[in-house]
């Protein structure tokens, strides 16, 4: 009887343990797929709110298009002001889209402009026109500098002919 009995409590506690690694596995699993969601949902807000600006203002110039001081001093007030919801990379995170996604680098800097200026208060992200209008244009300075670059193209080899002259 008492071997029965130990028995029977090995089994329950492989049983348990078993069923609680299936739970925790089912758990972790949904928690990916909510954060997947999350995500992909804050990019296609994202998406909505670039479509939704007026063509006069995708036409903006940017006046610090090019400059490094610009860009650098855009990258400080990221930090300070954006990195908090779109990640200190500006890779997103599941408060604030990844603006290092193609439609975000393909905009115009009139189309940053606008957005940081009026925010998309319905999806979370704040109105920046409280921001001087120059630290606006530094922040977009800084968000083309992100732009995917391709990789350099290796040079072609050389034969011996062209080596040798």
């Known amino acids: 009887m008492k071997k029965r009995s130990i028995l029977f409590f090995a089994l329950a506690r492989v049983t348990l343990a078993t069923a609680g690694v299936i739970v925790l596995g089912a758990c972790l699993s ?13 990019n296609r807000l994202a998406d909505a709110a670039l479509a939704e600006v ?32 779109h990640g200190p990379k500006a890779g997103g995170t599941r408060h604030g889209a990844s603006l290092l996604r193609e439609e975000v680098q393909q905009s115009t800097p009139g189309t940053l402009f606008w957005i940081l200026t ?48």
């Open 30 to 42: 949904l928690a990916q797929r909510q954060k997947e969601n999350a995500a992909s949902r804050t």
């Open 118 to 165: 009026n925010g998309v208060v319905r999806h979370g992200m704040p109105v920046w026109s409280k921001l001087p209008e120059p630290q606006r244009w530094q922040i977009v300075t800084f968000l083309q500098s992100l732009q995917l670059r391709p990789p350099n193209p290796r040079p072609a080899p050389q034969n011996q002919s062209t080596r040798a002259r």
């Open 54 to 85: 007026p063509e006069k203002d995708r036409q903006r110039r940017n006046p610090f298009e090019g400059d490094t001081q610009a860009m650098a001093a855009g990258g400080k007030l990221f930090e300070q002001h954006c990195a908090g919801c």
